[in-house]
Nanobody, 124 residues
Framework: QVQLVESGGGLVQTGDSLRLSCAAS????????MGWFRQTLGKEREFVGG????????TYAGSAKDRFTVSRDNAKNTVYLQMNSLKPEDTAAYYC?????????????????WGQGTQVTVSS
């Protein structure tokens, strides 16, 4: 049984940092394309960043570039999303996901497994 469990969300102020974690069981994160998405009420879930299987190439949405970093700890089978210089518009539920193909990384349909999400709220 595959489980992805996110943690690390919370309420922070503008300019603060947070690190989200995604602990996996039932799969090996280094063998999957791992993505971070976020969703606010009434909006579609959107891609934030991802890390490839193997060598760990990373890619980011424009809103996250230069502020967010995706990384992976193979020993812990955990993927992280480091978020710096947070803004109120970053407020959302954040989800991690695992999929088989790096080329499908930007699309929700490219992922087979999803976590339950963790809420990030950035106050102004």
């Amino acid at each position: 049984q595959v489980q992805l469990v996110e943690s690390g969300g919370g309420l922070v102020q503008t300019g603060d940092s947070l690190r989200l974690s995604c602990a996996a069981s039932g799969i090996t994160t280094s063998r999957h394309s791992m993505g971070w998405f976020r969703q606010t009420l009434g909006k579609e879930r959107e891609f934030v960043g991802g890390i490839s299987a193997g060598v760990g190439k990373t890619t980011y949405a424009g809103s996250a570039k230069d502020r967010f970093t995706v990384s992976r700890d193979n020993a812990k089978n955990t993927v992280y999303l480091q978020m710096n210089s947070l803004k109120p518009e970053d407020t959302a539920a954040y989800y991690c996901a695992a999929g088989p193909r790096w080329r499908d990384r930007y699309s929700i349909s490219g992922y087979d497994y999803w976590g339950q999400g963790t809420q990030v709220t950035v106050s102004s």
